[in-house]
């Protein structure tokens, strides 16, 4: 499996007046780790998007387990993967860790989405070649 690790450190405007992360950080995390994984893949959302006549991957569905607070000044590790294919839809795995420490484990199901004749979403079959590139490769 394809995992992509990603540094993190926490920010004190990232934390809630209890000095903890609030909660809908981990949310943007994710999307930052998203990103990152597909650029390590070598396949940038940039170009990767346009190249397919694609609008985006939206989020439709969130799973997040808080397993312990992270605070200011700490040092994370975000470590992404892709769980699940589907036919028009993945689902992203990130566990951020704190030393070796799981705090934070989501499950992030993404559809593949192209606007359709009618100008509204519709989600498309994955192209094969991008699942592909992601099960061929085994590291970071």
């Not at 994984?37 to 569905?61: D, N, R, S, W, Y």
């Not at 312990?68 to 699940?84: R, V």
């Not at 951020?96 to 992030?108: N, R």
Request: proline share 5%; glycine share 8%; with cysteine.
């Amino acid at each position: 499996m394809f995992e992509h690790h990603r540094r993190i450190v926490v920010e004190w405007g990232e934390c809630d007046p209890a000095g903890i992360v609030f909660f809908p950080n981990y949310l943007k995390w994710f999307d930052d780790c998203a990103t990152a994984l597909f650029a390590a893949a070598g396949l940038p959302l940039q170009t990767l998007f346009p190249a397919h006549g694609v609008v985006g991957i939206p989020v439709v569905e969130v799973r997040v387990t808080y397993k312990a607070s992270a605070t200011f000044g700490d040092e994370l590790m975000a470590k992404t993967s892709i769980a699940e294919w589907r036919r028009s839809s993945f689902v992203m795995q990130h566990r951020i860790y704190k030393k070796d420490v799981l705090q934070v484990e989501g499950l992030v199901t993404r559809v593949w989405v192209g606007a359709g004749e009618d100008g509204k979403l519709k989600s498309r079959p994955l192209p094969r070649e991008i699942v592909e590139r992601f099960t061929a490769n085994r590291a970071s």
